[in-house]
Nanobody, 115 residues
Framework: QVQLVESGGGLVQPGGSLRLSCVAS????????MGWYRQAPGKQRELVAA???????NYADSVTGRFTISRDSARNTVYLQMNSLKPEDTAVYYC?????????WGQGTQVTVSS
């Protein structure tokens, strides 16, 4: 069964950067459009960045110009480079296909932006 494991989160000051990684146990990264999602306390999970099989990227308005999604199919890994982080970026970040498949939700990785 395919699993997705996120890592790279942590505590960072406003204006800082983090790079998240999502490693898949199978070839799902190369065979599907992939996305990074986040869920802040008391809010619904939202899609913040996506990349198609062909490499076309799309971003939520709130992260455009600050976040970059990329994929390394040979390593079955999806990345999210996050720059100029803001306190409102604080959330648990997850990767999944786009659209998401329920059985692929992992534990996520916590990102906290605070001074």
């Amino acid at each position: 069964q395919v699993q997705l494991v996120e890592s790279g989160g942590g505590l960072v000051q406003p204006g800082g950067s983090l790079r998240l990684s999502c490693v898949a146990s199978g070839r799902i990264v190369s065979l599907n459009a992939m996305g990074w999602y986040r869920q802040a306390p008391g809010k619904q999970r939202e899609l913040v960045a996506a990349i198609t099989r062909g490499g076309i990227t799309n971003y939520a308005d709130s992260v455009t110009g600050r976040f970059t999604i990329s994929r390394d199919s040979a390593r079955n890994t999806v990345y999210l480079q996050m720059n100029s982080l803001k306190p409102e970026d604080t959330a648990v970040y997850y990767c999944n296909t786009d659209p998401a498949l329920v059985h692929l939700w992992g534990q996520g990785t916590q990102v906290t932006v605070s001074s």
